[in-house]
């Protein structure tokens, strides 16, 4: 057991699969997986592992934001000697160039989070995916056909704001959209020498307020769920 993880030691897999919530975790259980246990479901953050095709994954909630993620990669990596993990999200895109369901593997998170810089004291205030999982999802998509296109991404501690402009930082870096917690997910990472990737569905395009309805929800998150299950498999 960790502080916010129940699970016992050896019952988390070496590659973990992280959406942000609880039920997407579930769904991908009861979807994808065979012989699953649900190993942890303190604060109701399910964590569960199975096999897919065979190998062992474990499939559970980030929670939203720095706070959330930080916690929950930290206590994996640390106390469950987890070496990958792989968030799989949802993002919002500042302009109609990306359009809803694109699905982007992300290189670098920009954030003006002092995330990194107070826990870690990493001063950067963008950071790389981590490892060799960033290409291991590019190579995977190529083999499934699927378009994922590499993109950096701010990740910012903000959803609702009053200023409709595009953030400095996200001028600054390049970023097409906005998703909250690769940032501290590669910060953790980073520190800890472990692998980390982010892959991205667009769910809303920011300034045309279009967004994927909860029933288109299901079916669009599955391909970015089978692209992070084949990227486990390597
Ligand atoms: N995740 C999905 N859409 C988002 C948005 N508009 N801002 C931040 N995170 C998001």
């Known amino acids: ?24 975790a579930k769904y991908i259980a009861d979807n994808f997986l065979t012989d699953v246990t649900l190993v942890s479901q303190t604060r109701n953050i399910f964590y569960y592992t199975g096999k897919y095709k065979g190998k062992e994954i474990t499939v559970g909630a980030s929670g939203m934001g720095f706070p959330s993620i930080g916690i929950y990669s930290y206590e994996l990596f640390t106390e469950y000697e987890v ?26 998170a920009a954030s003006e989070s002092t995330y990194a810089k107070f826990a870690w004291g990493i001063e950067e205030d963008i950071i790389s995916s981590q490892g060799t999982a960033f290409d291991r999802i590019n190579e995977t998509a190529k083999e499934l056909g699927l378009d994922a296109k590499p993109t950096n991404i701010h990740s910012s501690d903000i959803f609702y704001r009053k200023d409709p402009a595009v953030p400095e930082i996200a001028v600054r870096y390049n970023c ?10 590669f910060a953790n990472a980073q520190h800890l020498g472990k692998n980390a990737a982010t892959i991205l569905t667009v769910s809303d395009i920011i300034p045309t307020h279009e967004f994927i309805s909860a029933d288109q929800r299901e079916q669009a998150l599955r391909t970015m769920m089978e692209l992070s299950l084949e990227t486990a498999l390597k």
Request: aromatic share 4%; charged share 25%.
């Open 176 to 185: 097409p959209a906005v998703e909250m917690e690769a940032f501290a997910l």
């Open 1 to 24: 057991m960790s502080v916010h993880i129940s699970a016992k030691k050896g019952e988390i897999a070496k590659t973990v699969l992280m959406p942000g919530d609880p039920l997407r």
């Open 83 to 108: 070496d990958t993990i792989i968030r799989i999200g949802t993002c919002g895109a500042y302009s109609t160039d990306l359009k809803l369901f694109d699905i982007l593997n992300v290189e670098n």
